[in-house]
């Protein structure tokens, strides 16, 4: 079961001027379910995205990047997104290109479209052929299908091993003008996303320029997906992308001094921080909620590798699992990723209000039915003082449980 998350109410995901999503049933695997997705937008919405830096990075993806490119190169909208799960398209070769551009030319005859006007997505098993066919011969009924409040119907046709649909939304008045934000999301292990996260999808109808689009995301993305770690796998297939559909009645937003642009733009960042951390509450096998908040670095990136380093630790996840209060383990996380002239007299952590070690060694007030007493709840804080300087980081996580182990023992069966 997923730690404190709860499917959205379908109503609470609210629909963005300028976009229509439909669903439909190809089954790519032995299921009875929705299993492809497409999202329609109208003439005029610019598009931006980031994707996994896995080097076996997924058809879908190498598309993806090359459409973009080319639709910002000429000035050119993105007209549809199509997302199948059950098949990765992933390690496929020439042939998974080649499968993912028949998917673009296919629904770009349906709407009258370029095919480098349509992105695929793809997530599921690696390395098998994508059943392209019917993909294709599903279009219709999706674009058949599409409405404007679809997507919760969306959310839950691109789950592969989560349990609970994933989607936010967030609706800002700017300048007496209402403004939408709308995302959904998958994923639930294969998660340590590297610019992006498994598979998310966000709109919103505020008119913004892409170029200035393009920075969002990227910055959204480190302050979000970036940070939520399952297992610290890196998928072939991570994709986040963000369109703006200009439906909104404000004049552009060019430039991110724009006074505009900030009540959209924290807009934006929560509903990619609520999909980031429904991801990881929905972790496969989760049954704890882990925030790790590093200070007193040097930099971001050194806090960033502490709190990864204490996210990864099998040691250190297994005892959360076990509300096992073994501190030892994340000390010696701390120690295994801290910068070489860290010096530990100057480290401190804590779990939630408890102090742990205190400069360098246990706390003279810490007493082990005190980390027991936070080990055995469901939501934990960790929090480290590098005691080095005034930068900070955030990373999310989960337990490590017996669930893990037979749920992606049995993924493809």
């Keep these: 079961m997923p730690v404190r998350l709860a499917a959205p109410a379908p109503e609470s995901l609210l629909a963005v001027p300028g976009v229509t999503l439909g669903v439909a049933a190809a089954k790519i695997k032995s299921w009875d379910r929705d299993d492809v997705l497409l999202v329609l937008c109208e003439p005029g919405t610019v598009?931006?995205?980031?994707?996994?830096?896995?080097?076996?990075?997924?058809?879908?993806?190498?598309?993806?990047?090359?459409?973009?490119?080319?639709?910002?190169?000429?000035?050119?909208?993105?007209?549809?997104?199509?997302?199948?799960?059950?098949?990765?398209?992933?390690?496929?070769?020439?042939?998974?290109?080649?499968?993912?551009?028949?998917?673009?030319?296919?629904?770009?005859?349906?709407?009258?479209?370029?095919?480098?006007?349509?992105?695929?997505?793809?997530?599921?098993?690696?390395?098998?052929?994508?059943?392209?066919?019917r993909i294709i011969n599903a279009l219709p009924a999706a674009k058949a299908a599409a409405r404007a409040d679809g997507w919760f119907a969306a959310a839950q046709a691109i789950m592969t091993t989560d349990t609970v649909p994933k989607g936010a939304s967030r609706r800002v008045d700017v300048d007496g003008v209402p403004v939408t934000v709308t995302g959904i999301a998958k994923g639930a292990g294969m998660i340590h996303p590297d610019m992006a996260t498994m598979l998310s999808f966000m709109a919103t109808d505020a008119p913004i320029a892409a170029p200035l689009l393009a920075t969002i995301v990227r910055e959204v993305a480190d302050v979000s997906f970036n940070g939520a770690?399952?297992?610290?796998?890196?998928?072939?297939?991570?994709?986040?992308?963000?369109?703006?559909?200009?439906?909104?009645?404000?004049?552009?937003?060019?430039?991110?001094?724009?006074?505009?642009?900030?009540s959209i733009r924290t807009a934006i960042e929560e509903c990619a921080v609520a999909l980031a951390q429904a991801i990881v509450r929905d972790g496969e096998g989760a049954t704890k909620f882990i925030a790790i908040r590093v200070v007193g670095g040097n930099t971001v990136d050194e806090c960033r590798r502490v709190a990864f380093g204490i996210a990864h630790?099998?040691?250190?996840?297994?005892?959360?699992?076990?509300?096992?209060?073994?501190?030892?383990?994340?000390?010696?996380?701390?120690?295994?990723?801290?910068?070489?002239?860290?010096?530990?007299?100057?480290?401190?952590?804590?779990?939630?209000?408890?102090?742990?070690?205190?400069?360098?060694?246990?706390?003279?007030?810490?007493?082990?039915?005190?980390?027991?007493?936070?080990?055995?709840?469901?939501?934990?804080?960790?929090?480290?003082?590098?005691?080095?300087?005034?930068?900070?980081?955030?990373?999310?996580?989960?337990?490590?449980?017996?669930?893990?182990?037979?749920?992606?023992?049995?993924?493809?069966?």
Excluded at 252 to 259: E, V
Excluded at 385 to 397: E, I, P, S, Y
């Design 47 to 133: 598009a931006a995205g980031v994707f996994t830096r896995n080097r076996f990075c997924a058809a879908p993806v190498v598309l993806c990047r090359r459409h973009l490119e080319r639709q910002h190169a000429m000035g050119n909208g993105m007209r549809a997104l199509i997302v199948n799960a059950g098949n990765a398209n992933a390690g496929t070769g020439e042939q998974g290109e080649a499968d993912a551009h028949a998917e673009c030319v296919a629904l770009a005859q349906l709407l009258d479209c370029a095919p480098e006007d349509v992105l695929p997505y793809s997530t599921g098993v690696i390395m098998e052929p994508l059943p392209v066919d």
């Design 313 to 413: 630790s099998p040691l250190v996840k297994t005892a959360f699992f076990a509300s096992d209060p073994n501190l030892g383990r994340i000390v010696c996380a701390i120690g295994n990723t801290a910068a070489a002239d860290t010096d530990p007299a100057h480290v401190s952590f804590w779990l939630d209000d408890v102090l742990v070690v205190d400069h360098g060694g246990r706390a003279a007030s810490y007493r082990e039915e005190d980390g027991q007493r936070v080990m055995r709840q469901d939501e934990i804080t960790v929090r480290v003082d590098l005691g080095r300087g005034r930068a900070a980081a955030t990373v999310w996580t989960c337990d490590l449980s017996h669930d893990y182990v037979t749920i992606n023992a049995e993924y493809r069966s």
């Design 229 to 262: 770690t399952v297992d610290g796998d890196t998928s072939t297939n991570d994709s986040f992308v963000l369109a703006a559909t200009a439906r909104a009645r404000l004049a552009p937003i060019t430039s991110a001094g724009d006074p505009r642009l900030a």
